[in-house]
């Protein structure tokens, strides 16, 4: 589903994606090491499924993050979430 608004890292108006606040890999983390649900704060007695998203780049930004997220995933988070790191 697109909406057409601003990108908000360059200022392209165009359509958006949906963007994950948290990214996917950390939920992923969060709901195998978490003692209970993961829940979203302004509906609490609803285990959260998904992070919270909205639209707020297009394709080519959200690309960029997803190459800087991936680094970051594999230079840093996994091995530290492994304790390699
Ligand atoms: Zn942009």
């Given at each position: 589903?697109?909406?057409?608004?601003?990108?908000?890292?360059?200022?392209?108006?165009?359509?958006?994606?949906?963007?994950?606040?948290?990214?996917?890999?950390?939920?992923?983390?969060?709901k195998k090491t978490?003692?209970?649900?993961?829940?979203?704060?302004?509906?609490?007695?609803?285990?959260?499924?998904?992070?919270?998203?909205?639209?707020?780049?297009?394709?080519?930004?959200?690309?960029?993050?997803?190459?800087?997220?991936?680094?970051?995933?594999?230079?840093?988070?996994?091995?530290?979430?492994?304790?390699?790191?």
């Amino acid at each position: 589903m697109y909406k057409l608004k601003k990108c908000v890292l360059c200022g392209t108006e165009t359509s958006l994606e949906l963007s994950h606040i948290v990214p996917k890999m950390v939920m992923r983390t969060l709901k195998k090491t978490a003692t209970g649900n993961i829940r979203n704060s302004q509906n609490p007695s609803v285990p959260a499924q998904d992070s919270e998203k909205h639209y707020m780049l297009w394709g080519n930004c959200e690309d960029l993050f997803s190459e800087k997220e991936t680094y970051f995933a594999n230079a840093l988070f996994h091995p530290y979430i492994k304790g390699t790191g």
